[in-house]
Structure formats: structure tokens, C-alpha cells
């Protein structure tokens, strides 16, 4: 039976807030305020500098403020002191549904993803071919694609958000360096992305001087929200989306 349309569930998305270990509640209105324009918070990565414990408890000061479901992903700097997993579980403990593999569902809409990889795009994607380090590298990005690939493949509603911090296209790190582009993402994600007709948007981040919008081959939505990129289009610290 037809029961009309489906309600948008409002999506902010925020990626880059790198909380630094002297930082003094540096988020605190954004969490504060969320509520107030969405019912879903992506985090999109590079929550952290470092990935210390002391940066983690004091971004958790400021989530503990936010009211509404968060989703999250980690970014490279939440690797860079080597504790990904302590940092994951300090974030789930704090009620961010963390995606490392999972996918989960809130009010219809599903939320897919994972932090992503480097490899570059199109043509200049770089390719398994040649010295045993290069097939080394080119294996993690096939693995983490597969691992997001089946956090996509899990979901069954008709609504699905992708969150990543690498970009899956070349569209939103424009105005980036040409020279650093291929580290900012990786065609490959999008390639799995376009394998689901179910995908509404993908929200990322990492590039801070990228464009904000582009889209997959397929036509997918694809934006950038890293709180740089945000701040060039206005003073919201987040970009809400309904889907």
C-alpha cells in the first residue's frame, strides 16, 4: 500500500575540525547548535591533530553538548600517534556510531562509509604495476574500497548517505595543488559508490582548499564539507542536506 511520500531527514555534515591538546572548547556552539537545523550529524574525519587522547576528550567535551545522532568517520590524523582503534572507541563510547565496516540506519535512511584512500583519479589513478612497494600501496586502497563497499552493500533502504574523508572525486579538490591530488583521494571509491543505485549523497572531507560540490560519473551528489571549505560559504560550521 502506497503510504505517500517519505520524510527528508535533514543531514549536517562537518569534516576537519582538527582539535588540537590546548584547545578550550573549540566546537562547543557548532554541537550546541546542530539540533536546531538537522537530525543527523555526519563527522567526516580529521576531528584531531594527532589523534591524542588528550585532543579526543576535549572534542568529546563539546559532542556531549550535541542533542541529535551522530555518524562518524576517522581521517589520516586520527592515525598519525598510531591509536586509531583507542580513538574509534573513545568516539562510540561518547554515542558516535563510528563506520569501520557497519552501516546503520536512523529513521529510514541509511548511513554507509569509511575514512578512504589516496590513489588519484581517472586516467592518473595509480595502478598496480611495477616495484612490490607501488602493488603494496595499491592493495590498501582496493582493501579499504572493499571495506566501504561492504558497508554500503549491507544497507537496505532506499535513502543511503556515504560518509568518507578522502574524496571519491577529482570535482572537490579542485583548487587544491594539481601536484597533491592524487593524495587527496581515489577514483575507486567512486566506482564503488556508482555500483548502488540506493546512494542519495557522499559528504567527505580532507581537501580544505577543494571545491565544495562535484559528483560521481554516475551522477551521484558528491560535497565537500571541510570546515574550511565551509567557512567560504558562510558562518555555519556545517552544511545540511535533506535526504
Same mark, same amino acid.
Given at each position: 500500500?502506497?503510504?505517500?511520500p517519505?520524510k527528508?531527514l535533514?543531514?549536517?555534515?562537518?569534516?576537519?575540525? &582538527?582539535?588540537?591538546?590546548n #584547545?578550550?572548547?573549540?566546537?562547543?556552539?557548532l554541537?550546541?547548535q546542530v539540533h536546531?537545523? +538537522?537530525?543527523?550529524l555526519?563527522?567526516?574525519? =580529521?576531528?584531531?591533530?594527532?589523534?591524542k587522547?588528550r585532543?579526543v576528550?576535549?572534542?568529546?567535551e563539546?559532542i556531549?553538548?550535541c542533542?541529535?545522532?551522530? !555518524?562518524?568517520?576517522?581521517?589520516n &590524523?586520527?592515525h598519525?600517534? /598510531?591509536?586509531?582503534?583507542h580513538?574509534t572507541?573513545?568516539?562510540c563510547?561518547? /554515542?558516535?556510531?563510528m563506520?569501520t565496516?557497519?552501516?546503520?540506519?536512523i529513521e /529510514?535512511?541509511?548511513?554507509?562509509?569509511g575514512?578512504?584512500? !589516496?590513489?588519484?583519479f581517472g586516467?592518473?589513478m595509480l595502478?598496480?604495476?611495477g616495484?612490490?612497494s607501488i602493488?603494496t600501496f595499491v592493495?590498501? +586502497?582496493v582493501? =579499504?574500497?572493499?571495506?566501504?563497499?561492504?558497508?554500503?552493500?549491507t544497507?537496505r533502504?532506499?535513502?543511503s !548517505?556515504?560518509?568518507l574523508h578522502?574524496?571519491p572525486v577529482?570535482?572537490?579538490v579542485?583548487?587544491?595543488p594539481?601536484?597533491i591530488h592524487a593524495?587527496l583521494?581515489?577514483?575507486?571509491?567512486a566506482?564503488?559508490? =556508482?555500483?548502488y543505485?540506493?546512494?542519495? @549523497?557522499v559528504v #567527505?572531507? #580532507?581537501a #580544505?582548499r577543494g571545491?565544495?560540490?562535484?559528483?560521481? &560519473?554516475k551522477?551521484?551528489?558528491?560535497?565537500?564539507?571541510?570546515?574550511?571549505v565551509?567557512?567560504? @560559504? /558562510?558562518?555555519t560550521p556545517?552544511?545540511?542536506?535533506?535526504?
Amino acid at each position: 500500500m502506497d503510504t505517500g511520500p517519505k520524510k527528508k531527514l535533514r543531514v549536517a555534515a562537518v569534516g576537519d575540525l &582538527h582539535v588540537g591538546e590546548n #584547545h578550550d572548547r573549540p566546537h562547543r556552539g557548532l554541537f550546541e547548535q546542530v539540533h536546531e537545523d +538537522a537530525d543527523v550529524l555526519c563527522l567526516c574525519g =580529521d576531528l584531531t591533530n594527532f589523534g591524542k587522547t588528550r585532543e579526543v576528550e576535549i572534542l568529546l567535551e563539546d559532542i556531549r553538548a550535541c542533542k541529535i545522532p551522530m !555518524v562518524g568517520v576517522l581521517g589520516n &590524523h586520527e592515525h598519525e600517534c /598510531g591509536q586509531p582503534e583507542h580513538v574509534t572507541k573513545m568516539l562510540c563510547d561518547a /554515542g558516535v556510531k563510528m563506520l569501520t565496516g557497519q552501516a546503520y540506519e536512523i529513521e /529510514g535512511v541509511g548511513f554507509a562509509g569509511g575514512k578512504g584512500f !589516496v590513489g588519484g583519479f581517472g586516467r592518473y589513478m595509480l595502478s598496480s604495476f611495477g616495484e612490490s612497494s607501488i602493488k603494496t600501496f595499491v592493495q590498501e +586502497a582496493v582493501e =579499504d574500497a572493499n571495506l566501504i563497499e561492504n558497508s554500503i552493500r549491507t544497507l537496505r533502504t532506499e535513502r543511503s !548517505v556515504v560518509l568518507l574523508h578522502y574524496s571519491p572525486v577529482v570535482d572537490t579538490v579542485v583548487g587544491e595543488p594539481p601536484e597533491i591530488h592524487a593524495f587527496l583521494g581515489s577514483s575507486r571509491l567512486a566506482e564503488t559508490i =556508482d555500483r548502488y543505485d540506493n546512494i542519495s @549523497l557522499v559528504v #567527505h572531507g #580532507h581537501a #580544505h582548499r577543494g571545491a565544495p560540490e562535484g559528483k560521481t &560519473h554516475k551522477g551521484t551528489p558528491v560535497y565537500n564539507v571541510a570546515l574550511p571549505v565551509l567557512r567560504t @560559504l /558562510g558562518d555555519t560550521p556545517y552544511r545540511v542536506f535533506e535526504v
